[in-house]
């Protein structure tokens, strides 16, 4: 876990358009970027669940669970109300509302991908989960509605970083907190490995299980491009957010940040 008084300051050209979010060659500006990023997804769609489980051996599911774990204290709160953003086809959301248990909070799921969106409604059949379409750098939420933010491997896809901390702190509550779970990159011997895998082997699968070649190549280049943990703890905190910290998962493969407002 990091500490506090390990993190670092945001770099001074943390505004530059070359360094706050993710890039999809060749999109240069925020607007082509999310258009080029809403694309992919809706085209792998279809095939997103299977090649989610295929391609991290089914640890996925862990990273969701353990995740929607360490916040139960707010999704088993009848009063609490809580949203899943960049819900995809609602993994992340569906760990949240199995921790939520009967009774518990409201379950909101998020995401700008209709197709993505309707396996999600289409795998929560009959649970009361809203689904909602909405842009993450603006949504359609009220100041203060959620006292729970979550975003399971997208908020790493957002075009600004930057805006996406400011817009998920606008939606919480006071005292809510957030939750970034994403991909990590390890160190040492793992870390190796581990890179070969992911810079090798996924997107040689990847292209052959979905029969398309650009979201896998852009996987790697979009977690080698996120920020290190000491320069995300500080835009978090730059952003608002307080008791910000890190967890690293399998070895730092993955991790979630967390913070209050
Ligand atoms: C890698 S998927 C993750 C989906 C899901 N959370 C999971 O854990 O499997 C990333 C998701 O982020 C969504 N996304 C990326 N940028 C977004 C934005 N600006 N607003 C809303 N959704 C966005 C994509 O449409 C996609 O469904």
Same mark, same amino acid.
């Given at each position: 876990?990091?500490? $506090?008084?390990?993190v /670092?300051?945001? %770099?001074?050209?943390s505004?530059?358009?070359t ?12 607007k ?7 694309e $992919?997804?809706?085209?792998?769609? %279809?095939?997103?669940?299977l ?6 051996l ?5 990273w969701w ?10 999704a ?6 809580v ?9 992340m959301?569906? *760990?949240?509302y199995r921790? *939520?248990?009967p ?5 909101v799921?998020a995401?700008?991908?209709?197709p993505?969106l309707? @396996?999600?409604?289409? /795998?929560?059949? !009959?649970?009361?989960?809203q689904?909602?379409?909405?842009d993450?750098?603006?949504m359609? &939420?009220a ?5 729970l ?6 908020f790493?896809?957002?075009a600004n +970083?930057d805006a !996406?901390? @400011?817009?998920i702190?606008?939606?919480?509550a006071t ?11 390890p ?6 490995? +581990? ?8 997107p040689?699968?990847g292209s $052959?299980?979905? !029969?398309? /070649? ?7 280049a979009?977690?080698a491009?996120?920020?290190?943990p000491q320069?995300m703890?500080? @835009? ?7 008791q ?6 399998t &070895?730092?493969?993955?991790?979630v +940040?967390? !913070? /209050?407002k």
């Amino acid at each position: 876990m990091y500490k $506090m008084d390990e993190v /670092k300051p945001a %770099p001074a050209n943390s505004t530059a358009p070359t360094t706050p979010g993710a890039r999809v060659e060749p999109a240069q500006d925020q607007k082509a970027a999310a258009n080029a990023v809403r694309e $992919m997804f809706s085209s792998i769609a %279809p095939r997103y669940d299977l090649l989610n489980h295929v391609l991290s051996l089914n640890v996925d599911r862990y990273w969701w669970w353990r995740t929607a774990r360490r916040f139960r204290h707010i999704a088993r709160r009848a009063d609490a109300s809580v949203l899943d953003l960049c819900c995809g086809t609602g993994d992340m959301t569906l *760990a949240l509302y199995r921790q *939520a248990g009967p009774g518990g909070a409201s379950i909101v799921g998020a995401d700008f991908a209709h197709p993505m969106l309707c @396996r999600a409604t289409q /795998k929560s059949a !009959g649970l009361p989960i809203q689904w909602v379409e909405a842009d993450a750098l603006q949504m359609p &939420f009220a100041d203060g509605r959620f006292n729970l933010v979550t975003s399971a491997f997208g908020f790493r896809n957002l075009a600004n +970083y930057d805006a !996406g901390l @400011r817009e998920i702190h606008r939606v919480l509550a006071t005292d809510g907190e957030v939750a970034i779970l994403d991909f990590g990159e390890p160190t040492g011997l793992t870390g190796k490995l +581990y890179r070969f895998y992911f810079r090798r082997v996924l997107p040689t699968i990847g292209s $052959m299980l979905s !029969g398309t /070649k650009g979201p896998y190549a852009y996987l790697p280049a979009s977690v080698a491009r996120f920020p290190k943990p000491q320069e995300m703890l500080s @835009r978090m905190k730059a952003a608002g957010f307080r008791q910000v910290n890190y967890m690293p998962y399998t &070895f730092g493969v993955a991790g979630v +940040y967390w !913070g /209050k407002k």
